[in-house]
């Protein structure tokens, strides 16, 4: 088909993200939080390290790996910024490779005592054309300064998926000018799995002046 002066549509189909629905393909995994067992753990051999108030971004992940009370896994334990007031932090894991992290985090006191536990669901969404991520706020009280990170190995090679929906550019000459209009051409599923490492992100506020 070619174009004419009467307006002839020329169409060229590109493949282009649109959105992601997240589903399970596993309808739900058991909450291993109560299996915790924070005390047991020799803090003085696990490595520290620093969140700064203000960080975004990703942050390290120096993996110890230790069996507190549901086999073995990676630990990871961070010191929190010293916020005199209560804030929300945000925690992202994003899928690597189609690999995702499910983090279970723990919330310690200055005695390294476990305060508070969160943990959920992986939703994944989309949030650029390339990245794939769940996101879990996390509210710090001032009693809080340390914060541990770890995942249920039960859920290890467990699999989710998404929908990728695909969106057809259609290329309309009207006589005059090219114009570019998106049209759903359909959907596919994309699995990932659960995984014991991963990227996080983590956003947390400044310290109030």
């Known amino acids: 088909m070619r174009d004419t002066e009467e307006g002839v549509v020329l169409r060229t189909f590109i493949a282009v993200v649109a ?9 739900s995994f058991a909450d291993s939080s109560s299996r915790l067992k924070i005390n047991q753990l020799d803090f003085d051999k696990i490595p520290v390290i620093e969140i700064e108030a203000g960080h975004h971004g990703e942050i390290t992940m120096d993996p110890t790996l230790r069996n ?3 086999g073995l896994a990676p630990v990871y334990l961070y010191r929190l910024p010293k916020y005199a007031t209560e804030q929300q932090l945000v925690l992202t894991t994003i899928v690597n490779r189609k690999r995702v992290f499910n983090p279970i985090v723990v919330l310690l006191n ?6 508070d536990t969160l943990k959920g669901d ?14 879990m706020p996390i509210v710090v009280k001032p009693q809080h300064k340390y914060m541990l990170i770890t995942t249920d190995p039960a859920n290890f090679g467990k699999q989710l998926s998404y929908k990728k929906m695909i969106t057809s550019i259609v290329k309309v000459y009207d006589g005059n ?4 209009l998106p049209v759903t051409s359909g959907s596919r599923d994309v699995n990932v799995f659960m995984a014991n490492s991963g990227r996080l992100v983590l956003s947390a506020p400044y310290l109030e002046n």
């Open 122 to 135: 992986v939703s994944l969404h989309r949030v650029s054309q390339v990245e794939v991520s769940s996101s």
């Open 110 to 115: 200055d005695e390294y005592q476990p305060t």
């Open 68 to 70: 507190i009370g549901q």
């Open 177 to 180: 000018n090219m114009k570019y």
């Open 19 to 27: 959105c992601v629905v997240c589903s399970w393909v596993s309808t």
